[in-house]
């Protein structure tokens, strides 16, 4: 199983950026996706998850309104796009796929990517 981040930069604030995650070795409309993300000397935070099939969207109070995921099954690919980006939300992103309840706590996932690292400037 190989989940692929990709997207990442450096964007002023007030910017938008997608961040792409791509699957491969697993069935991929089978999970649900989420996205994480760790700013340094921080724990690693929820952002979002979606459902395996795109019916239910969580995203965290922080990201409400500027963030929202997408996927397409087809191409196994999962989105975050991220708009009206602020200086807080330079963090490592990272995408990981999970089957179990619970969107929002990183262990019910048993697959991660990489990171990407977005930077928002002042």
């Known amino acids: 199983v190989q989940l692929q981040a990709s997207g990442g930069g450096l964007v002023q604030a007030g910017g938008s950026l997608r961040l792409s995650c791509a699957a491969s070795?697993?069935?991929?409309?089978?999970?649900?996706m989420g996205w994480f993300r760790q700013a340094p000397g921080k724990e690693r935070e929820f952002v979002g998850a979606?459902?395996?099939?795109?019916?239910?969207?969580w995203l965290a109070d922080s990201v409400k309104g500027r963030f929202t995921i997408s996927r397409d099954n087809a191409k196994n690919l999962a989105y975050l796009q991220m708009n009206s980006l602020k200086p807080e939300d330079t963090a490592v992103y990272y995408c990981?796929?999970?089957?179990?309840?619970?969107?929002?706590?990183?262990?019910?996932?048993?697959?991660w990517g990489q990171g990407t690292q977005v930077t928002v400037s002042s």
């Open positions: 990981a796929a999970g089957i179990k309840a619970g969107v929002t706590d990183p262990r019910n996932y048993g697959y």
């Open positions: 070795g697993l069935t991929f409309s089978s999970y649900i």
């Open positions: 979606i459902s395996q099939n795109n019916h239910y969207i």
